[in-house]
């Protein structure tokens, strides 16, 4: 509300909260599945913007019942959703296509976190991250927590959009989805980011990383002093 430019505290919330008898979800304490692989977001968190990047595939379709596949890339520490590529299917070279694109666009991040998917094992997908220097964290197989920040996001995605649309081509779809991943960045605030939007957070992330960079590189460096020349 406040970020829609409403003047308002907490306790005017919950009172309008009692006043009109909403119910207050109970607060359930939640297990946490680490899984068995090092690989999983449990284990292996992103520690700042552009570390780790996951990446998983939604199934959908047109209206005369043809499949489309989505391709869903999300950077877990800012929680943004960097492309949404949709097509009729996608092969591994489609797969390097994206991120070659994205890399071009946003840099390579340090790891790449994905399932077992054939398109994500292929040896074409291996050796092009390899020499990117990207490096590959592959989850257990059948365990999707492990991969939960792009579970999560396709949960919405499909709940938000797909869902609720009807797609009559490939086009359509692309347009529809797109602006759903503008509307997620830019317009959606995010519990985990204090109540940011992904594109707000990203910013300061990397106007934080510019100011470190630029405050170490204009740090003057102090000379040793020199020996004394023995006699």
Known sequence: MR???WRINRKRVHRLWRCEGLKVPHKQRKKRRLGQSANGC???RAQQINEVWSYDFVA????????????AI????????LAI???RSFTARDVVA????LFALRGAPTYLRSDNGPEFIAQVVKEWLASAGVSTLYIEPGSPWENAYS???????????LDREVFDSVAEARVIVQDYRLDYNHRRPHSALNYQTPATFAAACRKCCSATL???????KTEEPLAPILS
């Open 3 to 5: 970020v829609e430019g």
């Open 42 to 44: 449990a284990r292996q």
């Open 60 to 71: 959908d379709q047109t209206t005369d019942g043809r499949p489309l596949r989505l391709l």
């Open 74 to 81: 999300v950077d877990e520490y800012t929680r943004e959703s």
């Open 85 to 87: 590529e949709v097509a």
């Open 98 to 101: 994206v991120l070659r694109e």
């Open 151 to 161: 579970e999560s996001f396709n949960s919405r995605l499909r709940d938000e959009c």
């Open 214 to 220: 630029r405050s170490t590189c204009d740090t003057p």
